[in-house]
Antibody, heavy 118, light 110 residues
Framework: EVQLVESGGGLVQPGGSLRLSCAASGFTFRNYWMSWVRQAPRKGPELVALINSDGGPTYYLDSVRGRFTISRDNAQSSLFLEMNSLGAEDTAVYYC???????????WGRGTLVTVSS | QSALTQPASVSGSPGQSITLSCTGTSSDIGTYNYVSWYQHHPGKAPKLMIYDVSNRPSGISYRFSGSKSGNTASLTISGLQAEDEADYYCSSFTTSAFVVFGGGTKLTVL
């Protein structure tokens, strides 16, 4: 059974940093592109970042490029999102998602809530 | 890239068929067949219901079907059941090489 379990969310002050983690199991993690998708309150989901299967090319939403860094550890079947210079607009539930094909996600985690507030 | 447009809410009675719409542009739905639909029960992991416009992943009921015409994609749920009550989101690959999602439709089973 595929499982994706996110952790690392919480309350952070504007300008602060957080590191999200996603533990994957039930599939050959190193074979798949992985992504972070967020959903702000009362809004639709938004793809934040994606990374190819071997940790090579990475892609970012324009509004987070330069502030967020996606990475992975294939030996540990883990995905990460380093978030810096956080602002209120980054408040959302952040989901780890497995890419089936062409940014269509066949498995998601339950998400971890990030709240940016003073 | 603007979000895809979905009606905020749709309702139906058990046993009925309902269709959810998702309107995009020639930069997304109109160009690509990489259109997906997700079901989301709050507090749970979103679930892929349809990919590549009309394909069902393993384990997804035949009651769910997808289609596309021009810049609009549709998800049809036949034989509506209480468990189908959830939020539904569409998505499409885009010419900016980044997927875009819709704002979501809340489906209520009366």
């Amino acid at each position: 059974e595929v499982q994706l379990v996110e952790s690392g969310g919480g309350l952070v002050q504007p300008g602060g940093s957080l590191r999200l983690s996603c533990a994957a199991s039930g599939f050959t993690f190193r074979n798949y592109w992985m992504s972070w998708v967020r959903q702000a309150p009362r809004k639709g989901p938004e793809l934040v970042a994606l990374i190819n299967s071997d940790g090579g090319p990475t892609y970012y939403l324009d509004s987070v490029r330069g502030r967020f860094t996606i990475s992975r550890d294939n030996a540990q079947s883990s995905l990460f999102l380093e978030m810096n210079s956080l602002g209120a607009e980054d408040t959302a539930v952040y989901y780890c998602a497995k890419d089936l094909t062409w940014q269509q996600f066949d498995f998601w985690g339950r998400g971890t809530l990030v709240t940016v507030s003073s | 890239q603007s979000a895809l447009t979905q009606p905020a809410s749709v309702s139906g009675s058990p046993g009925q068929s309902i269709t959810l719409s998702c309107t995009g542009t020639s930069s997304d739905i109109g160009t690509y067949n990489y259109v997906s639909w997700y079901q989301h029960h709050p507090g749970k992991a979103p679930k892929l219901m349809i990919y590549d416009v009309s394909n069902r992943p393993s384990g997804i009921s035949y009651r769910f079907s997808g289609s596309k015409s021009g810049n609009t994609a549709s998800l049809t749920i036949s034989g509506l059941q209480a468990e189908d009550e959830a939020d539904y989101y569409c998505s499409s690959f885009t010419t900016s090489a980044f997927v875009v999602f819709g704002g979501g439709t809340k489906l209520t089973v009366l």
